[in-house]
């Protein structure tokens, strides 16, 4: 069994502060920069899971390095260089406390509101009798607030504008930037034999200017169906094949756990976990169109803290 990294606490040189979220650990170095690890933990429901997934980090580093480098010319990114297969390094930015969701079809969380009879999705009126992985005459944005712990909440244009969370020109300009990723992303995903169903995108500010930030088109913030078979499945209601972290909140609701107070997580077996992983990696190899290379996973930790301490040398 291959090893995961599951935390990390390195202290470089010109460190500030080390962030630990759900997935990355992000440590800010000077003023300027923020080095961005991507661990292999692994979350669902807003839980994290009790075990890593080994290369999962690899997997989501990786392939947010491919589409922020191969959507640069639409927006500017916070990424400078990934000097390690498991770690980002970019500029600092000063993140807006909303995500930016866009859906395609109706499927997830959104096909499970509309079923529960809610016809109003963030401000977006959505007719009745639509069917599970309907596709949308054109994508909606639904955006969230990003909460520190906890559930991120669905909210509307309306009522970010209202609340002064975001100035109407720079949502506008996000709103923007979201649909023109989504299409990037869409035909990036079509020449894979793929559809992007729907994706979260996270934006910053510095200097006056708007940056995406984070991830982007990941197994972890997006969700692909097969192309292949896809109407056929959905015109007999069946399950859409599909690349994204869907089949582990499947799994746990399966055993009984959607997050909720006195629910416990079922048991990740080693053979569950390996399953995991290599799941990542078939999604890596469909998404890119290259072969996963696995990176050396002897010593994760010293090697992650090398790169960095190497790459900090440069700057």
């Keep these: 069994m291959s090893k995961a990294l599951v935390r990390t606490d390195f202290n470089f040189p010109g ?11 992000v440590y800010s170095i000077g003023e300027d920069l923020l080095v961005m690890v991507a661990s292999d933990r692994i979350s669902a429901f807003d839980v994290v899971l009790p075990k890593g997934i080994p290369y999962k980090g690899q997997v ?39 995500e930016m969701i866009i859906r395609g079809y109706l499927t997830g969380s959104a096909w499970r509101e509309y079923q529960a009879g809610n016809r109003n999705l963030c401000g977006v009126i959505l007719p009745d009798g639509m069917k599970e992985n309907q596709k949308f005459p054109t994508p909606i944005i639904t955006p969230t607030t990003k909460a520190d712990e906890g559930h991120d909440e669905n909210i509307s244009k309306e009522e970010i504008l209202k609340q002064g969370i975001v100035s109407k020109e720079d949502y506008e300009q996000m709103e923007q930037y979201t649909y023109a990723l989504f299409q990037r992303g869409t035909e990036m995903a079509a020449d894979k034999g793929l559809i992007l169903v729907d994706t979260k995108y996270e934006f910053g500010k510095k ?19 097969y192309a292949d078979g896809y109407e056929e499945k959905f015109a007999k209601g069946e399950a859409q094949k599909q690349l994204s972290k869907e089949f582990v909140r499947q799994w746990l609701m399966d055993n009984g756990f959607m997050g909720k107070a006195g629910q ?16 990542y990696i078939e999604l890596y190899e469909h998404i890119v169109g290259e072969k996963f290379v696995k990176a050396n996973s002897e010593d994760i930790l010293s090697r992650i803290e090398k790169n960095i301490n190497d790459f900090l040398k440069t700057k």
Excluded at 15 to 25: L, P
Excluded at 65 to 87: E, Q, R
Excluded at 207 to 225: N, Q, W
Excluded at 264 to 279: D, G, L, N, W
């Design 15 to 25: 460190q500030k502060n080390v962030y630990h979220g759900k997935v990355r650990d």
């Design 60 to 98: 989501l580093n990786q392939i947010a390095a491919k589409f922020l480098d191969a959507t640069a010319d639409i927006v500017p990114n916070w990424k400078i260089a990934s000097p390690d297969p498991m770690v980002t390094v970019g500029v600092r930015c000063e993140g807006f406390r909303i």
């Design 207 to 225: 200097d006056g200017k708007i940056y995406l930030i984070d991830e982007i088109h990941t197994p972890d913030s997006s969700r692909y169906f």
């Design 264 to 279: 416990q997580v079922p048991e990740m077996t080693e053979a569950y976990v390996e399953s995991v992983s290599e799941r």
